[in-house]
């Protein structure tokens, strides 16, 4: 099975900074065990997005959504940006965004 690397944008970086210590671990052990293997296979909790500006791809980590990029032939999943809802609202950087 192949194996992709994990990458963060400096964007994402800080996103993570803004949430709590045991937040951040949980999301990253989610991006670890969900993105490594497959990124682009939709499942239940993984879809491809409609265009935007912002990734092509969406992992839902319960109220987490993690926006991220998939370059094949180099095999990297590049985390764009980490948000999270609020009933149906999504929050990126601390900005309502609609994807």
Wanted: zero cysteines; hydrophobic letters at 40%; a positive charge.
């Amino acid at each position: 099975m192949v194996m992709y690397e994990i990458e963060f944008t400096p964007e994402a970086k800080d996103d993570l900074k803004t949430l709590r210590k045991f937040e951040q671990h949980t999301i990253i052990a989610g991006i670890e065990t969900h993105l490594t293997y497959e990124p682009t296979v939709e499942t239940r909790n993984r879809k491809r997005l409609r265009p935007n500006d912002v990734a092509e791809w969406e992992l839902r980590l319960g109220k987490y959504r993690i926006f991220y990029n998939v370059e094949e032939h180099i095999l990297i999943v590049s985390i764009e940006a980490v948000g999270f809802k609020v009933g149906n609202l999504l929050f990126i950087r601390g900005k309502r965004r609609e994807l």
